[in-house]
């Protein structure tokens, strides 16, 4: 009985080109594993391989070194057996444009040997099944987002699904519809997922796995441990027209960081940082203010580099 | 079993593929229009170039009509460059479209995908060659008039389209790894496209040209398309012949055979099923087409090593 859905011991990849011999080692060591119907997150900083080591499980790319196994089966020896158990969507999936949507549902519909029904029915939750019959050339990037929700998910024998920043050009709205169709869809599937959206991570997955830069796996914590290691919730980034004492900056805020000559506020939850914004924009000493939502990426960088504390 | 589940599935496969590029085909409808003025051009100026000929040439030098020479050998190779041109582009497309990751993650191979595209191109360029070839050499009367002899047409053209789905495979597959297509690709079909020009002369002029103690076109017999090119030749022009045959009337199919062979020193029976010539044509078209996919399977592994299969 397979416990795993899947196991993987000092997982290595190299990009080789003619241009470095020696090669890019994107995954430098990768071992971990994940039990079956366990959801986990991927993230790390720029570099640090996320997406290459959905695409070597999903067996896209071959491994260089170190071995895996999915749902029990070997990652290069049994590619294909592995593929019908499995679902991949990436962000960079595009449809042909002159064909529609339900012409494109089809054809991926055929190639996986399933029914295009679970996407119409995802789609139809979605209300996207009035453009069914038009050419996917005129979509937005939010509805081409969802159609490659629907086209991963027309796959019900899948047992694994690997998704890569596929929330991607979604709004808000859409992005809480998709969440609650994903948490109510994929119960007993195996879910890793690649994705920046803290709101994403937090609600689809229980643990998440931390990347360091070279591709070495740095540590694996549960999704509410790494939420409850950063004490702010957004990211305010202002550029003042002058250089600015400390003291005038502690009138608007009393915490803060500089950074060269910008000023960098972590206020922790949406009311303070929509104080700060206001105060900010209402002293008029700043050319420029911008305010974020914290990312998972901040969350892991943040988690590995232990530093949290020193901000605040 | 588990094999001839994996036929079945390449199959199911396959045929979405074609289906997919065949309404895409219909939907760039510009791009018909540019292939049928192509075709018309091409045949156009062979037509001129085979008027021209008959006009100075001595009846006793060449004894049939040019224009029916050049226009069969023109027509059908336009139609083999005008296939191989529409394929060569498939890998690179599916890889611009960012399907090709997608695809290779639900068991559709490059193979695949390449041949889906040729068959499609084939249905597409026959119909141009239906619509503008055809015709004139119907006009002219100038046709396989009996049914063996357009079965034989189909069993020779059939074959050479087996050994170019085998060379466009291979022309096509070194996309995986340069990911454009490259200037081999074009060589490649400028090399059929200067053929279907020169071809024609070198089978008509050789005589006094030697390789090995034999005329070149001796030599040339024994490439599949050039056989098919020369075979068809004959299939459908050979009643212009009918002149320098003195005795009453002429068998066409017996006047096909003596002919070839005499000028090819070959033991074609009848073109049909049971030709030994034929056969071993069609053994060494399969054969380069086995080898085809062997060599576009490697590359594609490499390609997953590589990382060239998706942009990363």
């Known amino acids: ?312 | 079993m588990k094999l001839l589940r994996q036929i079945l599935q390449n199959m199911r496969i396959l045929g979405a593929v074609v289906k997919r590029n065949i309404l895409v085909d219909l939907r760039y409808k510009f791009q018909i229009f540019v292939e049928i003025t192509w075709t018309t051009v091409n045949v156009l100026a062979f037509v001129l170039l085979g008027a021209a000929w008959d006009a100075t040439a001595s009846p006793a030098g060449v004894p049939y009509s040019m224009v029916t020479f050049f226009l069969v050998a023109t027509g059908f190779f336009t139609v083999f460059s005008g296939v191989m041109e529409s394929t060569v582009e498939a890998v690179t497309e599916e890889s611009k479209l960012g399907t090709m990751g997608f695809l290779i993650t639900n068991s559709v191979s490059p193979t695949t995908i390449i041949l889906g595209r040729y068959i499609a191109a084939t249905i597409r360029w026959l119909i141009v060659l239906f619509v503008i070839v055809l015709p004139p050499l119907v006009f002219k009367g100038v046709y396989p008039n009996t049914l063996s002899l357009v079965f034989s047409s189909i069993l020779v053209f059939f074959m050479a389209w087996i050994f170019m789905a085998g060379f466009t495979l291979i022309l096509t597959s070194v996309s995986l790894i340069f990911k454009r297509t490259t200037t081999f690709n074009k060589v490649g079909i400028y090399i059929v496209r200067f053929l279907s020009g020169a071809i024609v002369p070198i089978f008509s002029f050789d005589s006094s040209f030697r390789i090995l103690g034999k005329p070149l076109s001796n030599i040339l017999i024994w490439f599949p398309p050039t056989y098919a090119l020369e075979t068809l030749r004959w299939l459908f022009s050979v009643q212009d012949e009918k002149s320098i045959v003195s005795g009453g009337t002429v068998s066409k199919d017996g006047l096909v055979y003596g002919s070839f062979n005499s000028i090819f020193h070959m033991n074609a029976t009848n073109f049909g099923l049971n030709d030994p010539t034929l056969q071993l044509m069609y053994l060494i078209s399969f054969v380069f087409l086995l080898l085809s996919g062997l060599f576009s399977y490697w590359l594609t592994q490499v390609s997953r090593r590589w990382g060239t299969i998706e942009f990363y």
Request: charge should be neutral; glycine fraction near 6%.
């Open chain 1, 1 to 312: 009985m397979v416990v795993n859905a899947i196991e993987c011991q000092h997982l290595t990849k190299t990009f080789k080109n003619p241009q470095n011999r020696d090669g890019l080692t994107v995954l430098g060591d990768i071992t971990f594993h994940v039990k079956k119907g366990s959801t986990l997150a991927i993230t790390g900083g720029n570099g640090s391989g996320k997406t290459t080591l959905l695409k070597v499980l999903a067996t896209l790319f071959l491994p260089d070194g170190g071995n895996c196994k999915i749902l029990g089966l070997d990652l290069v020896k049994q590619a294909s057996e592995i593929r019908e158990r499995i679902s991949f969507v990436s962000a960079g999936l595009d449809f042909q444009r002159k064909l529609t949507l339900r012409e494109n549902l089809e054809f991926f519909a055929k190639v996986q040997g399933s029914s295009v029904e679970p996407a119409f029915r995802f789609l139809n939750e979605m209300n996207m099944m009035h453009i069914i019959d038009q050419r996917t050339e005129t979509f937005s990037e939010g509805q081409k987002a969802i159609t490659r929700l629907a086209i991963g998910l027309m796959k019900e024998k899948s047992e694994i699904l690997l998704l890569d920043e596929v929330t991607l050009g979604l709004d808000v709205t859409r992005k809480e519809e998709v969440i609650d169709y994903l948490t109510k869809s994929i119960r007993n599937k195996t879910l890793l997922i690649v994705d920046h959206d803290s709101d994403v991570i937090e609600r689809l997955c229980e643990q998440v796995l931390i990347l360091k830069p070279g591709g070495f796996v740095d540590t694996i914590v549960s999704v509410d441990q790494l939420m409850k290691s950063l004490p702010y919730s957004h990211e305010i980034t202002a550029i003042p027209k002058r250089y600015l004492q400390d003291r005038d900056i502690k009138e608007i805020w009393p915490h803060f960081v500089r950074s060269g000559g910008i000023i960098k506020f972590y206020p922790e939850n949406k009311r303070q940082a929509e104080r700060i914004t206001n105060r900010l924009l209402k002293t008029d000493l700043m050319s420029s203010v911008q305010a974020r939502k914290i990312d998972l990426n901040d969350y892991a960088i943040r988690y590995s580099q232990s530093s949290l504390t020193e901000l605040i």
